[in-house]
C-alpha cells in the first residue's frame, strides 16, 4: 500500500518536461546497462513505467519489447563474444518459447488488467527471492 501510495504522489508531481525527458533517459541509460550485464533492465523498467511514469500495463509491456529490440542485440553479441551462450539449449527454448509467447499474447490481451499487474509483481518478488537467497549461498 505504501508502494502504491508513493508512486502515486510521484506520478502526481508536476515536473517540467525537460526534467521528465531527462529522468526517462536516464532510466533508458541505468536499465540498458543492466540489460547489456544480463540483469534484466527490463523488469525494472516495467517498474518503472508501471509506478512512476503513469502508464498502464499493456502500454508499458509494448514498450518494454520494443526497448527489448533495442538492447537484446548488443547484449547478445557480448554473451556470445565471452562464450556465455549453450546453443543447444537455445534451440529448445526457441521452439517452446516461439508459441508459448503467441499463445500467451492472446491469453494475456483477455485478462483484467489488474490481475495481470498482480501476477507481474509475485513474479518479480519471486525472482527477487531467489537472487537473494542465491547470493547469500555463494558468500558461504
Not at 543492466?34 to 513505467?49: D, T
Not at 502508464?55 to 538492447?71: D, E, K, W
Not at 492472446?106 to 542465491?134: H, N, P, S
Request: charged letters at 10%; aromatic letters at 10%; one cysteine or more.
Amino acid at each position: 500500500a505504501y508502494i502504491r501510495i508513493a508512486a502515486g504522489v510521484w506520478r502526481r508531481a508536476r515536473r517540467p518536461a525537460a526534467v521528465s525527458a531527462v529522468l526517462a533517459v536516464a532510466v533508458g541509460l541505468a536499465t540498458g546497462i543492466l540489460s547489456g550485464c544480463g540483469v534484466g533492465g527490463g523488469s525494472l523498467l516495467m517498474l518503472y513505467l508501471t509506478l512512476c511514469a503513469g502508464i498502464g500495463q499493456y502500454q508499458a509491456a509494448g514498450i518494454n519489447l520494443l526497448y527489448f529490440l533495442s538492447c537484446a542485440p548488443a547484449a547478445l553479441a557480448g554473451h556470445a563474444k565471452s562464450g556465455l551462450i549453450e546453443w543447444s539449449a537455445v534451440r529448445w527454448c526457441v521452439l517452446a518459447g516461439l508459441p508459448a509467447s503467441v499463445l500467451t499474447a492472446l491469453f494475456a490481451a483477455q485478462i483484467d488488467t489488474g490481475w495481470l499487474r498482480r501476477a507481474f509483481g509475485v513474479f518479480l518478488l519471486f525472482v527477487g527471492i531467489k537472487e537473494l537467497l542465491a547470493g547469500w549461498q555463494k558468500r558461504r
